[in-house]
Every structure is written in structure tokens, then in C-alpha cells.
């Protein structure tokens, strides 16, 4: 079945980076979009930006342009997601999400969601 | 960006009754290409992720109850939950994947009256 396991909690001191890890199992990595969404404490669904696994490439919100960085690893079926110069409002629950298939280059629903990693940024 | 707005923010109801919700889009989210609305909603139950229920406006996921049903057209969509079962509590999202950034509404919280 297919499963999306993120890498556990982390805290954070303002100005820090984060990388947030995303295992995928149970259907091609390489065949599906992966998309970051965050959520801050008791609020709603941000989203962040996706990457083709298949080819690397990447689209990020115009809000998150500059400070977020998603990478993957092909070889071991994990996508990750680096925010850089952290703020106490970027503390947060990040999730990553799968959506359609690279190969339609068409825009989909989010399916299948991992467990979420909630950072937290304070001092 | 387009910009989605649900209504209510919070919605009781008995159990068994319906629930409506509804969202609307700042533009279209219609695809003339092939005729589809790039609308899905999502169930988000306290501290899990969320879960998708419908997409493409009206089509319900695999494995999610028939009591859950979308419609809608033009920038008018509505989520409805024909008979409101306990473990329905939750908070309800609709989601544009129409263009970049992908944008959800603001949730709609339903409780137990």
C-alpha cells in the first residue's frame, strides 16, 4: 500500500535551516508529483511548492521563493524539503502529499498524505 | 492567486442529519479541455493529516461512504454529508489545483449538536 513516512520533530532557534525528509513506498517514486502543504498551530492548509521526482524539477509558491529548497533521492524512494532562515511563524506542521503522475503533466488532487513533521522555531 | 472561501466557519448537526458546506472560487477552476473542475475537498480529523474525499468536484476516493457527496458549478461547489455519523467530526477543506499555488479554503469545523 502506498505510504508516505516523514522524519520526526524537530526545534529550531530563528535564522536556522530544517530538512524535512518524506520516505515514499508501495508505487514508483519516480511517477508521481510531491507536494509540501504546511500548517501552523490551529490554522489552515499553506501550500508550499511541488517536485517531479522523475526529473528534479521543482515549483514553489511565490511566498516561499527564495527560502525553500525541495530535493529528492531517487535511490532511496525520499523527497525533502529544506527551509532555510526560520522564523517563529514557520512553526508549523509540514506534511508532504503525492499527487499526479509526472508523465500527464496534468494537475491532480493530493491522494495520499505522510504522518506530518511539526517544527517548531523558538528561541 | 485564486482565492477560496467557504461557508459556514462552523456548522452543528445532529446525528444523522446533513451537513452542507460550501465553497466558492474567486475564478473558474474549470478546465475547458476536458470539462472538469479542479476542485477537491478534504477531511482533516484532530491531529491527523487530511483526507481526501472528493475530487474533480463530484468524484467521490476509494473507500470513502457514499453519505459524502460533491457538486457544483461555475465557482459554486458544495461538500454535503447525508447523515451524520460521530466519527464525521472533523475540519473541512476545499482545494483549487486548477493553477498555482494550489489554494485551500479556510476549513469548515463540524461538531455534534
Known amino acids: 500500500q502506498v505510504q508516505l513516512v516523514q522524519s520526526g520533530a524537530e526545534v529550531k532557534k530563528p535564522g536556522a535551516s530544517v530538512k524535512v525528509s518524506c520516505k515514499a513506498s508501495?508505487?514508483?517514486?519516480?511517477?508521481?508529483?510531491i507536494h509540501w502543504v504546511r500548517q501552523a498551530p490551529g490554522q489552515g492548509l499553506e501550500w508550499m511548492g511541488w517536485?517531479?521526482?522523475?526529473?528534479?524539477?521543482?515549483n514553489y509558491a511565490q511566498n516561499f521563493q527564495g527560502w525553500v529548497t525541495m530535493t529528492r533521492d531517487t535511490s532511496i524512494s525520499t523527497a525533502y524539503m529544506e527551509l532555510s532562515r526560520l522564523r517563529s511563524d514557520d512553526t508549523a506542521v509540514y506534511y508532504c502529499?503525492?499527487?499526479?503522475?509526472?508523465?500527464?503533466?496534468?494537475?491532480?488532487?493530493?491522494?495520499?498524505w505522510g504522518q506530518g513533521t511539526l517544527v517548531t522555531v523558538s528561541s | 492567486d485564486i482565492v477560496m472561501t467557504q461557508s459556514p466557519d462552523s456548522l452543528a448537526v445532529s446525528l444523522g442529519e446533513r451537513a452542507t458546506i460550501n465553497c466558492k472560487s474567486s475564478?473558474?477552476?474549470?478546465?475547458?479541455?476536458?470539462?472538469?473542475?479542479?476542485l477537491a475537498w478534504y477531511q482533516q480529523k484532530a491531529g491527523q493529516p487530511p483526507k481526501l474525499l472528493i475530487y474533480?468536484?463530484?468524484t467521490r476516493e476509494s473507500g470513502v461512504p457514499d453519505r459524502f457527496s460533491g457538486s457544483g458549478s461555475g465557482t459554486d461547489f458544495t461538500l454535503t454529508i447525508s447523515g451524520l455519523q460521530a466519527e464525521d467530526v472533523a475540519v473541512y477543506y476545499c482545494q483549487q489545483y486548477y493553477s498555482t499555488p494550489f489554494t485551500f479554503g479556510p476549513g469548515t469545523k463540524v461538531h455534534i449538536k
Open positions: 502529499t503525492r499527487a499526479g503522475t509526472v508523465t500527464t503533466m496534468d494537475s491532480s488532487d493530493f491522494d495520499y
Open positions: 508501495g508505487y514508483t517514486f519516480t511517477g508521481y508529483y
Open positions: 474533480w468536484a463530484s
Open positions: 475564478q473558474s477552476v474549470l478546465y475547458s479541455s476536458n470539462n472538469k473542475y479542479y
Open positions: 517536485i517531479n521526482p522523475n526529473s528534479g524539477g521543482t
